[in-house]
């Protein structure tokens, strides 16, 4: 199971620090990522963290503002938001895997393991 926390309501240019903590067992295969859903849009592809290592990978519009980050040892991976914008704004999820391969890393139905999601709302 992964259990995601910290989302909130921020103004525009401030910070959140998403926690997503997973009590499966400790994998060096399991990669973790973060998705997010804003209304009426389709669940879209945030940022991995590839098999626990160091390779992180984002997509291109929270590039420079978002980082990945992973505790191994408590199985939990963080994702802290940095110069937030009401883009930002939706609900946001943590998943994992054990065994996608990286070609399909971006992909939602790649992921076998879904936290319930929590609120991200970036006000103007």
């Known amino acids: 199971q992964l259990q995601a926390s910290g989302g909130g309501l921020v103004q525009a240019g401030g910070s959140l620090r998403l926690s997503c903590a997973s009590s499966?067992?400790?994998?060096?295969?399991?990669?973790m990522a973060w998705f997010r859903q804003a209304p009426g849009k389709e669940r879209e592809f945030v940022a991995a963290?590839?098999?626990?290592?160091?390779?992180?990978y984002y997509t291109d519009s929270v590039k420079g503002r978002f980082t990945i980050s992973r505790d191994n040892t408590k199985n939990t991976v963080f994702l802290q938001m940095n110069s937030l914008k009401p883009e930002d704004t939706a609900v946001y999820y943590c998943?994992?895997?054990?065994?996608?391969?990286?070609?399909?890393?971006?992909?939602?139905?790649?992921?076998?393991?879904w936290g319930q999601g929590t609120e991200v709302t970036v006000s103007s």
């Open positions: 499966g067992r400790a994998s060096s295969r399991i990669t």
């Open positions: 963290n590839w098999r626990s290592g160091s390779n992180t």
């Open positions: 998943a994992a895997d054990e065994r996608l391969i990286l070609s399909s890393l971006r992909q939602a139905a790649s992921y076998d393991y």
